[in-house]
């Protein structure tokens, strides 16, 4: 680990790349751009043979240039410091303010580069590297650049970095939130992400700023002895679900409103049943399933309309009830007969 500060004095506790991993990097770079030369060079001697010796050695001279020095120029300059090397083994080229690396940085560790690793073979960048404390070569020193660890924990992968720790589930359920910003609430999301990264000293030391920080705007006071780390998750684990229910009760009253412009049209995701009759406090409710329009209503059996206004005449579209069928016992012929007109009697019994 090591201290940065960035143009605004803010000093940043970095992770500056092991000299192990930037070999690793370098070899694969090395490798890479190995592969193009030869192939570049195989193709500037045919030239050479079929137009002009001349014209070749330029091209060759060309291709050496734009391979040595322009391919770690260009991916530093278009990836913000990461070459194909560095990607692999998550590592990135920075400026000692932490902000990214700029084109004039890339192409002085690129020149440099040339000398101490193609020329040299390495040995220079080997021993300033050895030699300074943030494992810097000639290049970096020149440029003004260092190279940190930039791979993402697989803990960020797997799940949140805030959980609700069971021994403060009731405390933090009755958290008063209001004050804490989302500045602060970063900062401490941050320190969770980067928890195991940190030196034991280091770790403990930011983790009691923070969490001071964090008592001073909740209430009431977290129990005594609870440590910095569990103290900030807990905080973020009851903030995160205040954030969802909200998010949940928003989603609730749009759909009631969606409900409600459409004139009472049930309202469910596609493919989810709704039980007849639905829950109370339910807009979407509904009595049940529609048929197809030409569906029969038998007792018990078929689809089963809404309920209509005294005095309305039954929609075609609901079928036509069969002979003798006793929910419709106003109808033609005492019940006996095929319902058309309008229904006065009370609501019919679905079957």
Same mark, same amino acid.
């Given at each position: 680990?090591?201290?940065?500060?960035?143009?605004?004095?803010?000093?940043?506790?970095?992770?500056?790349?092991? &000299?192990?991993?930037?070999?690793?990097?370098?070899?694969?770079?090395?490798?890479? *751009?190995?592969?193009?030369?030869? !192939?570049? @060079?195989?193709?500037?001697?045919?030239?050479?043979?079929?137009?002009?010796?001349?014209?070749?050695?330029?091209?060759?001279?060309?291709?050496?240039?734009?391979?040595?020095?322009? +391919?770690?120029?260009?991916?530093?300059?278009?990836?913000?410091?990461? $070459?194909?090397?560095?990607?692999? &083994?998550?590592?990135?080229?920075?400026?000692?303010?932490?902000?990214?690396?700029?084109?004039?940085?890339? /192409? =002085?560790?690129? @020149?440099?580069?040339?000398?101490?690793?193609?020329? &040299?073979?390495?040995?220079?960048?080997?021993?300033?590297? /050895?030699?300074?404390?943030?494992?810097?070569?000639?290049?970096?020193?020149?440029?003004?650049?260092?190279?940190?660890?930039?791979? =993402? %924990?697989?803990?960020?992968?797997?799940?949140?970095?805030a959980v609700m720790p069971p021994q403060l589930a009731g405390w933090g359920q009755s958290l008063e939130l209001s004050r804490v910003s989302d500045a602060l609430a970063l900062t401490a999301r941050q320190y969770l992400t980067r928890f195991w990264e940190l030196m034991p000293e280091v770790r403990?030391?930011?983790?009691?700023?923070?969490?001071? *920080? !964090?008592?001073?705007?909740?209430? #009431?006071?977290? #129990?005594?002895?609870?440590?910095?780390?569990? &103290?900030?998750s807990a905080v973020l684990a009851e903030r995160r679900r205040r954030e969802e229910w909200r998010l949940h009760q928003r989603m609730v009253r749009r759909t009631a409103?969606?409900?409600?412009?459409?004139?009472?049209?049930?309202?469910?995701?596609?493919? =989810?049943?709704?039980?007849?009759?639905?829950?109370?406090?339910?807009?979407?409710? $509904?009595?049940?399933? @529609?048929?197809? %329009?030409?569906? %029969?209503?038998?007792?018990?059996?078929?689809?089963?309309?809404?309920?209509? %206004? *005294?005095?309305? #005449? *039954?929609?075609?579209?609901?079928?036509?009830?069969?002979?003798?069928?006793?929910?419709?016992?106003?109808?033609?012929?005492?019940?006996?007969?095929? +319902?058309?007109?309008? +229904?006065?009697?009370?609501?019919?019994?679905?079957?």
């Open positions: 680990m090591a201290e940065l500060v960035t143009g605004e004095a803010v000093a940043l506790d970095i992770r500056v790349a092991r &000299l192990a991993s930037r070999a690793v990097a370098l070899l694969l770079d090395l490798l890479f *751009q190995a592969s193009i030369l030869n !192939v570049v @060079l195989y193709v500037t001697g045919m030239t050479a043979v079929v137009a002009d010796e001349a014209w070749g050695i330029g091209l060759s001279i060309v291709a050496i240039v734009a391979v040595v020095i322009g +391919y770690p120029t260009a991916l530093e300059t278009l990836t913000r410091g990461r $070459t194909l090397g560095k990607m692999a &083994l998550g590592l990135r080229v920075v400026g000692e303010d932490g902000g990214p690396v700029r084109f004039r940085q890339a /192409l =002085v560790r690129a @020149l440099a580069g040339f000398v101490e690793v193609w020329l &040299l073979f390495g040995s220079p960048a080997l021993i300033a590297s /050895l030699l300074n404390l943030r494992g810097k070569r000639l290049g970096d020193i020149f440029a003004g650049t260092i190279v940190i660890q930039d791979r =993402v %924990p697989a803990s960020a992968l797997l799940g949140p970095v403990d030391a930011m983790g009691q700023r923070i969490a001071e *920080q !964090v008592v001073a705007v909740v209430s #009431p006071p977290p #129990p005594p002895g609870v440590r910095p780390e569990i &103290l900030l409103l969606l409900q409600r412009s459409l004139g009472g049209i049930p309202f469910t995701a596609p493919g =989810v049943p709704v039980a007849a009759g639905g829950a109370p406090g339910q807009p979407w409710a $509904t009595v049940g399933p @529609l048929g197809p %329009p030409s569906a %029969p209503a038998v007792a018990g059996t078929g689809p089963r309309p809404p309920w209509t %206004p *005294q005095g309305t #005449p *039954q929609p075609p579209m609901f079928g036509t009830p069969v002979q003798g069928d006793p929910r419709f016992p106003s109808g033609p012929g005492g019940g006996a007969g095929p +319902y058309n007109g309008p +229904y006065n009697g009370p609501p019919p019994a679905m079957g």
